[in-house]
Each structure stands twice: as C-alpha cells, then as structure tokens.
C-alpha cells in the first residue's frame, strides 16, 4: 500500500501563495487518483480538487476553483496543490488523498489513503 507525506504548509496573507507537496512512499503514484481535501477549524473535511489516474482529469470545488491547481509528478511520485490568492477563509489542515479506481471524484469516503495533513494559516 502507499504512505502519503503531506508537506508546505505554513503561514501567508490574505493574496499570497503557498504550494502544497504529498510526497508517496511504498507504491508508485502512477497506480493511484488522487486528491486534496481539508479540515477547517470546526468543520468536517471537505473537498478541494482531485486528478485522474487515467487522463489526468482535474475537478475543483466551486470555492477554490480559479485560484488553486492540483497537478501530479509520476516521476517524482508527488502530487502538488498550487494556491494563489490566499483567503482566511482557506484557514484549514490540508490532506492528500489516494484511490485506486480511475475515476476522480470529490467523495471522501472513496479514498483509502491518506496522509497526517499540513496546517495552513492565512492572515487578513
């Protein structure tokens, strides 16, 4: 089975930019779908982007889409989320997510993997 590391978070201001990593151990990333999903302060976890196995297929929720980008190195066995213009509302401890079936989806509960989480923090 694989082993995610999630790692890149931190603190930055409102409008800034952070690039989150998810380093995978124990099998080769290629095998897997993958996504990003985070806790807020109070909340449950939720969706925030997956990326296909198969083709790549990318999909966001409707509140990150435009600002955050998942892409994937099968070579380096690294899925990565790219956040631009940061809100405090994106407060949150950020997981990586792997499935084995092709399909990307958002449903949390089709994911078998997952990492420790990464805390990030954005100031107003």
């Known amino acids: 089975q694989v082993q995610l590391v999630e790692s890149g978070g931190g603190l930055a201001q409102a409008g800034g930019s952070l690039r989150l990593s998810c380093a995978a151990s124990?099998?080769?990333?290629?095998?897997?779908?993958m996504a990003w999903f985070r806790r807020a302060p109070g909340k449950e976890r939720a969706f925030v982007a997956t990326?296909?196995?198969?083709?790549?297929?990318?999909y966001y929720a409707d509140s990150v889409k435009g600002r955050f980008t998942i892409s994937r190195d099968n070579v380096k066995n690294a899925m990565y989320l790219q956040m631009n213009s940061l809100k405090p509302e994106d407060t949150a401890v950020y997981y990586c997510?792997?499935?084995?079936?092709?399909?990307?989806?958002?449903?949390?509960?089709?994911?078998?993997?997952w990492g420790q989480g990464t805390q990030v923090s954005v100031s107003s």
């Open positions: 997510g792997a499935r084995s079936g092709l399909r990307a989806t958002s449903q949390e509960y089709e994911y078998n993997y």
């Open positions: 124990g099998r080769t990333l290629s095998a897997y779908t």
């Open positions: 990326i296909s196995r198969s083709d790549g297929t990318t």
